[in-house]
């Protein structure tokens, strides 16, 4: 991925940003995400990064989730809602109960940037998932950026 600002569809129901110290890595949005989305295959997904440490969200992440709840409101909408999973995962630096702590943490920030953006914390169901599942397999105690993430998951009836 290059290095140029903005938000990159990495796959066909994924939306990533990368933010990290303060910086970004990633490349300009490749395809719109929306349309992305009406493929089918699975919940539509979204992916943010944290920096090092953090569950606080960046200015670059914010409007994902803005992207996420619109995409819910849609979903809605249309009356083809289920829920949506908030999943936060952690690099391997530092002890297994403190990564899964702030996991839950960056997934919790999520939450409440999606109740900000007026969708029902009823239908919101957090995880943290700590070291588990990382992004990019690595050695116990490597900071690696792509492992500290959350995913949006909006599910459908069925999902």
């Given amino acids: 991925m290059g290095a140029c600002g903005g938000a990159n569809v990495v796959s066909r129901r994924s939306v990533v940003v990368f933010a990290t110290l303060g910086g970004l890595l990633g490349a300009a949005a490749a395809t719109d995400a929306r349309a992305q989305g009406k493929s089918s295959g699975g919940p539509e997904q979204y992916v943010l990064y944290f920096d090092f440490a953090s569950a606080k969200l960046s200015s670059v992440a914010r409007p994902v989730v803005s992207d996420a709840a619109n995409a819910i409101r849609q979903t809605v909408a249309k009356g083809d809602f289920s ?3 908030v999943i936060g995962y952690a690099d391997t630096v530092g002890s297994t109960e403190g990564q899964d702590r702030l996991s839950v943490r960056r997934a919790d920030a999520v939450r409440d940037e999606l109740v900000r953006e007026g969708i ?3 239908v919101i169901k957090i995880e943290g998932r700590g070291k588990l599942e990382p992004e990019v397999l690595t050695s116990d105690q490597v900071n690696n ?6 995913r949006i998951v909006i599910f459908r009836p069925g999902d």
């Avoid at 950026?145 to 959350?150: D, E, I, K």
């Fill in 145 to 150: 950026p792509r492992n500290r993430r959350v």
């Fill in 83 to 85: 829920h949506v999973k």
């Fill in 120 to 122: 029902e914390a009823s």
